[in-house]
């Protein structure tokens, strides 16, 4: 398809630069199938989902990957987006023309690494010196990597190491936090229970892939960066059972979805998976895996608005973002949330 077909008018404005406080006060639109859109809060989402439904988090950590530094007189941007193994890190680099195969780039806080392997798409694996643990080194010497379009606008703070951090967080290794569960909370979570809906987590460790805009004028030739995650026997068991009784199965947030979709055969059947993938789901796609969505707003021509297109169909999220544009909902990473219940399920 066509990428100006998943495109649309977004007022600068409705970007969110801070979160809701309390988180779970934020915005809730609820939409179902073709019709019918709900303008709910966060807190309301317990009274929108059906007993035995299944919620399916991200555990996901996000680590102050983004470090800038110096090689030389040069000054380096870095961000790191997928680890290689426990010293060396892929990434993004800023003034990438400056470096050279071998180059030392020195950090804050005595910490440095050495440019080893350039990349056909521009990107370069970084080996980190010395002994100490990389995810030490980071704390010590990177930011909180804010998406673009946050950090274009302010610079991330010390508020960011805890809001951009889900309340599921304990596997480090993302670059970007898995958003929509950056509206749950404790007191939202006994409620869900309290209204016998489960939940579960898997890992996905976001890149920052997802933060890169589609260039190609097909989604056909858009190449997605690969990210690793991992869901276990038990869990992928829990939620085939859950199924079988009648339940549905939730993912919250796209990178919970896209692992999901990933483990799952064409039998529908949700199996153990550990390792890459780099699934990149557009119109036409046929979910297996899952029954509904809570996401946040997206950017227009992203992946991710292509994902919720596939979901809920093309016009259908034209429609259900031009209210929530004229309606003032927040958008992007610490914006409002949305319900999606394709073929009209829910009884919201």
């Known amino acids: 398809m066509r990428v100006d077909s998943f495109d649309f008018h977004l007022p600068p404005e409705r970007i969110a630069l801070r979160p809701a406080r309390p988180r779970d006060s934020a915005r809730l639109l ?14 309301d989402l317990p009274q929108c989902l059906r007993a035995n439904d299944v919620l399916v988090f991200n555990d996901t950590r996000v680590i102050p990957a983004q470090l800038e530094g110096r ?4 000054r380096i941007g870095a961000t790191l987006h997928k680890r290689v193994d426990l010293r060396r890190w892929q990434a993004f680099i800023r003034n990438g023309k400056r470096l050279r195969e071998g180059d030392r780039i020195a950090f804050p806080a005595d ?24 995810e030490v080194l980071l704390e010590r010497a990177g930011r909180m990597p804010l998406p673009p379009y946050i950090a274009g ?23 970007a ?17 309290a209204a016998g809906v489960g939940s579960e987590t898997l ?5 920052a892939g997802t933060f ?33 009784n009648g339940g549905r199965v939730i993912a919250v947030g796209t990178t919970s979805l896209r692992l999901l979709e990933t483990a799952t055969g064409e039998d529908g059947v949700i199996r153990p998976f550990s390792g890459d993938t780099a699934i990149f789901i557009t119109p036409g796609y046929r979910f297996r895996a899952i029954d509904g969505l809570v996401t946040n707003f997206h950017l227009p021509r992203s992946t991710l608005f292509m994902l919720v297109s596939a979901l809920m169909g093309l016009e259908r999220m034209q429609a259900i973002y031009a209210h929530a544009i004229a309606a003032e909902y927040r958008f992007y990473s610490y914006g409002d949330a949305s319900l999606l219940l394709p073929e009209g399920q829910g009884k919201a």
């Open 30 to 43: 609820v939409a179902r199938g073709a019709s019918g859109i709900s303008d709910r809060l966060v807190t």
């Open 212 to 244: 890169l805009p589609v260039k190609a004028e097909d989604t056909a030739d858009h190449a997605m960066h690969a990210e690793w995650g991992t869901i276990d026997a038990a869990t992928a068991d829990r939620l085939n059972a859950a199924r079988a």
């Open 111 to 134: 910490v440095a690494a050495l440019a080893e392997t350039r990349h056909p798409d521009g990107s370069w694996t970084l080996a980190f010196t010395g002994d100490e643990p990389v």
């Open 153 to 175: 606008k302010r610079e991330a703070d010390e508020a960011d190491r805890g809001d951009y951090q889900t309340m599921f967080a304990q596997k480090d290794g993302a670059v």
């Open 71 to 74: 090689r030389g007189e040069a």
């Open 203 to 207: 890992t996905l460790h976001v890149g």
């Open 177 to 193: 936090a898995p958003t929509a569960a950056l509206h749950f909370t404790p007191r939202l979570m006994g409620a869900l229970a």
